[in-house]
């Protein structure tokens, strides 16, 4: 129990923190496009706010802290007040995963600016590490959210940007996406690492100067 207790303590310190400010970075993303393309859905409910407030959900922090997978309250569209729903909806998609890669890129550029000045000490340790974890989080959220499996982002871009007898074809998919979204993240733990880890490896390590694990 304590060695538990210890490890959810130094989860809450060390990867909390970076979790909801990418959540809230990638959330607010989404609602911002969706208003510029003419959905005020998410903005007149409080999502374009980089406070994390607005955007958790209770079993996604939950999840976070006992597990390497969280989630946020997904941001609300209204495809009826969309000009364009099919296209607009690939960039109100595209936003969140562009989001998290700028997030990541500012994060890593902050670190090999500033990581040899921070001292050898717990507070310096500790700006270490979270800046590192930003950059990691970022993009593992980034990579995850690509999959084309509904409802993931990834899934809406597809959607944009197939012809209109595929698209039609691909509503099928969403009675089975949770299943199948499940079954990826609960099963699927070698394929997932196949997914993600080149992309922490490759533009990780570019981030953080080759200081990925």
């Not at 270490?128 to 974890?133: A, G, K, L, R």
């Not at 999959?147 to 197939?162: A, M, N, R, S």
């Not at 992309?199 to 570019?206: A, D, E, K, Q």
């Amino acid at each position: 129990m304590e060695g538990f207790l210890n490890d959810l303590i130094e989860r809450a310190i060390y990867f909390l923190p970076p979790f909801l400010l990418s959540i809230s970075f990638h959330e607010s993303a989404h609602a911002y496009v969706a208003y510029r393309f003419g959905d005020p859905t998410a903005r007149d409910l409080g999502r374009v706010t980089l406070n994390p407030l607005p955007h958790i959900n209770i079993p996604g922090l939950i999840a976070i802290m006992l597990s390497p997978f969280g989630w946020a309250k997904p941001v609300p569209v209204n495809p009826y007040n969309l000009r364009n729903p099919i296209r607009d909806n690939l960039w109100i998609s595209l936003a969140g995963p562009a989001s998290n890669l700028i997030l990541a890129a500012i994060f890593g550029a902050i670190f090999q600016l500033t990581h040899s000045l921070f001292p050898p000490s717990a507070g310096g340790l500790y700006a270490v590490t979270f800046i590192q974890n930003c950059v990691v989080l970022n993009l593992m959220l980034m990579t995850f959210n690509l999959i084309p499996i509904p409802p993931l982002d990834g899934f809406h871009i597809l959607e944009g940007l197939v012809s209109t007898e595929t698209y039609i074809k691909l509503q099928g998919l969403y009675k089975f996406g949770p299943l199948l979204l499940l079954a990826l993240v609960l099963l699927g733990g070698n394929i997932l690492g196949a997914i993600i880890s080149p992309v922490i490896r490759i533009i990780g390590g570019f981030l953080l100067g080759g200081r990925v694990g």
